[in-house]
């Protein structure tokens, strides 16, 4: 059973940066999807950014490509979501998720209905 633990959310200054950290567990293969998505409440679950782990290649949403940096450590089992110039639009729960995959080669689905595991969410709120 695949186990995802998300940390780095807090409260924090606009204009400033956080790095949110999604461990993994439970999974053994490279071949999995993972991603970062945010919710707010009441709302619908939005893509942020996506890695196929067996390349590395990542998918962003258009509009997470100027502030929100992906990447992974294989060696920690982490994902990490580098968040710049925070703005209070920025405020929410935000999601790790995973999948497997059977196609090593594939650029990584940003629906959220693509992944069937979920971490708890890490809440970040933006004051100005």
């Known amino acids: 059973q695949v186990q995802l633990v998300e940390s780095g959310g807090g409260s924090v200054q606009a204009g400033g940066s956080l790095r949110l950290s999604c461990t993994a567990s439970g999974y053994t293969s490279s071949q999995y999807y993972m991603g970062w998505f945010r919710q707010g409440s009441g709302s619908m679950r939005l893509s942020i950014a996506t890695i196929n782990l067996s390349n590395n290649r990542t998918h962003y949403a258009e509009s997470a490509k100027d502030r929100f940096t992906l990447s992974h450590d294989n060696a920690k089992n982490t994902l990490y979501l580098q968040i710049n110039s925070l703005g209070s639009e920025d405020s929410d729960m935000y999601y790790c998720?995973?999948?497997?995959?059977?196609?090593?080669?594939?650029?990584?689905?940003?629906?959220?209905?693509?992944?069937?595991?979920w971490g708890q969410g890490t809440q970040v709120t933006v004051s100005s």
């Open positions: 998720a995973a999948s497997k995959t059977a196609n090593p080669y594939a650029l990584p689905p940003l629906s959220p209905f693509g992944y069937e595991y």
